[in-house]
């Protein structure tokens, strides 16, 4: 069983904001990094955030400015807010522990190397969003 939950994923018009919430029920990569991944249709999976346990953060370019990421220590849970939605934040968005205590540059984190960072058995079913124009 994939130790990783994602939810609050939903249909919005471009312009509105949802709450993303994952819940990860092994410890092992508590104080490690944690992220948020989305995979668009027909494109490849890229980084989206991610944030150390001293709470740093690190937003891919993209989602700078719109979206917060933030983590609770004690429940082991990740939280992506999403505000000024667009069409092109469309997408699964998964959420995972990291392999390091420091995040990457989630920017340039995408493809093959989103599958590097993440231990295996921690891609969760994902969480669907969908922003219309």
């Known amino acids: 069983q994939v130790p990783v939950v994602e939810s609050g994923g939903g249909s919005v018009q471009a312009g509105g904001s949802l709450t993303l919430s994952c819940k990860v029920s092994?410890?092992?990569?508590?104080?490690?990094?944690m992220g948020w991944f989305r995979q668009a249709p027909g494109k490849e999976r890229e980084g989206v955030a991610a944030?150390?346990?001293?709470?740093?953060?690190n937003l891919a370019a993209s989602v700078r400015g719109r979206f917060t990421i933030s983590r609770d220590k004690r429940q082991n849970t990740l939280t992506l807010q999403m505000n000024s939605l667009k069409p092109e934040d469309t997408g699964t968005y998964y959420c995972?522990?990291?392999?390091?205590?420091?995040?990457?540059?989630?920017?340039?984190?995408?493809?093959?190397?989103?599958?590097?960072?993440?231990?295996?058995?921690?891609w969760g079913q994902g969480t669907q969003v969908t922003v219309s124009s």
């Open positions: 944030i150390d346990y001293d709470g740093i953060e």
């Open positions: 995972a522990p990291l392999k390091g205590h420091t995040c990457p540059t989630m920017t340039y984190v995408r493809g093959v190397d989103t599958t590097d960072v993440v231990p295996a058995g921690y």
């Open positions: 092994d410890y092992t990569y508590s104080r490690y990094c």
